[in-house]
């Protein structure tokens, strides 16, 4: 009887996690099947395993073939990571036969309520990262910044430049950023053919 209230409590928490938090800030459709079906499916698995009497080899196992689906499906960003994990610690309560249901409801709301925080526009909204791809090469990150701070509304935090390439002038970097009124007059920049041509002109005078 336990487990069959371990198992509704987590259809429930699942339920929440997806329909109630992810898709609502997220809408991202696809994620949907990949987290009932990553919960309901170790959820089922969790349920056999604590029926009979098994070794713990097979439950490192089961972590074992779930790496394997994470790192051979398409690449997830951080947000998407965190979900998937909660989803999937979702299905282990629900499915592991614990005697205390109150325990196994009080760690899945826990787990939703730090979701639903950490996760939360107003937690620290108006910070941000992304990987830019940059036109120059750059080694040294103060130059960096002083070149792509025009170019964003807000502040850069910090930059980390992953990859430069000075055969074709061009940088890879992660960005954190601080959204807010940025600079608004643009780059002024001088096209390489106008600078020869005022150089010819200035030999000839």
């Known amino acids: 009887m336990d487990h069959l209230i371990s198992m509704s409590l987590d259809i429930i928490a699942i339920t929440i996690l997806v329909f109630g938090l992810y898709f609502p800030r997220h809408r991202n459709r696809d994620m949907i099947v990949a987290y009932l079906g990553i919960n309901v499916g170790v959820l089922?698995?969790?349920?056999?395993?604590?029926?009979?009497d098994v070794s713990l080899g097979v439950g490192i196992g089961l972590f074992g073939v779930l790496s394997i689906?994470?790192?051979r499906s398409d690449e997830l960003n951080q947000r998407q990571v965190a979900y998937y994990f909660a989803s999937l610690a979702?299905?282990?309560l629900?499915?592991?036969?614990?005697?205390?249901?109150?325990?196994?409801?009080?760690?899945?709301?826990?787990?939703?309520?730090?979701l639903w925080i950490g996760d939360s526009p107003r937690l620290l909204g108006a910070?941000?990262?992304?990987?830019?791809n940059i036109d120059r090469g750059f080694l040294n990150e103060a130059d960096l910044i002083a070149y792509i701070s025009p170019l964003l509304n807000g502040t850069v935090e910090r930059a980390t430049i992953i990859k430069t390439d000075l055969?074709?002038?061009?940088?890879?970097?992660?960005?954190?950023?601080?959204?807010?009124?940025?600079?608004?007059?643009?780059?002024?920049?001088?096209?390489?053919?106008?600078?020869?041509?005022?150089?010819?002109?200035r030999s000839q005078a």
């Open 167 to 201: 055969v074709n002038d061009t940088t890879v970097a992660h960005i954190a950023l601080k959204e807010g009124k940025g600079p608004t007059s643009p780059i002024s920049v001088t096209p390489s053919s106008a600078v020869h041509h005022l150089d010819t002109h």
């Open 127 to 132: 910070h941000r990262s992304q990987t830019m």
């Open 44 to 52: 089922i698995v969790a349920s056999v395993l604590s029926s009979v």
């Open 90 to 92: 979702l299905g282990l």
């Open 69 to 71: 689906i994470r790192l």
């Open 94 to 114: 629900g499915g592991t036969a614990i005697a205390n249901t109150s325990l196994t409801a009080g760690l899945m709301a826990m787990l939703l309520v730090v």
